[in-house]
């Protein structure tokens, strides 16, 4: 496996943070085996909004040199924010496998909101393949105040899971108990 390198997550930049023109709605895109940065870099060519969530992972490669690459958090999906032209312009990139509507954006839009700002603290994350029912919370304070999501008890202690509803995956962080508060 070749080591992947930090490639920009989002296009533009200020995506996530700011308004949404309503003449655009969100997709998600899944793409063909391994190829997210793919889409990405050709997404950023055609001049489309996308956000494809990435994290950092550390192993030893078999020689024991110590490595770091970068993968998709979420492996063979992509967030696009597009209009009827350019969903269809995304088949060109030869990256996808299917695109799918999102039919409440503005909900979307709040998961990958608070998946980003997780992203962005540094900390490793782990991408949880199904929401288990859970008890909703909010963090009290820290440098995750506000975020809200889902509590799994867990040997090791809570852990908050961050949910993209429309995928049912989700991002977990482990968290004390007394950081968080039931809504």
Known sequence: MPILTQEPDVFPDELLDSDIDPQLNWCVVHTRPRQEKTLGRKLRTLGIGHYIPQSEKKYRSPNGRKRTSFVPLFPGYA??????????????????A????????EQLLFDLRQVRRLTMTGKALSRMDHMPPGTRV????????????LVLKQRTGDRLLVAV????????????DYELEEI
Do not use: H, M, W
């Not at 909010?138 to 999501?149: I, Q």
């Not at 509803?165 to 004390?176: C, D, K």
């Open 138 to 149: 909010r963090v009290k304070s820290g440098p995750f105040a506000e975020f809200e999501g």
């Open 165 to 176: 509803n429309y995928l049912q995956q989700g991002v977990t962080i482990e968290l004390e």
């Open 79 to 96: 967030f696009v924010l597009c209009n009827d032209e350019q969903k269809l312009a995304i088949y060109t990139t030869n990256a996808v």
């Open 98 to 105: 299917k695109v799918l509507d999102v039919v409440d954006g």
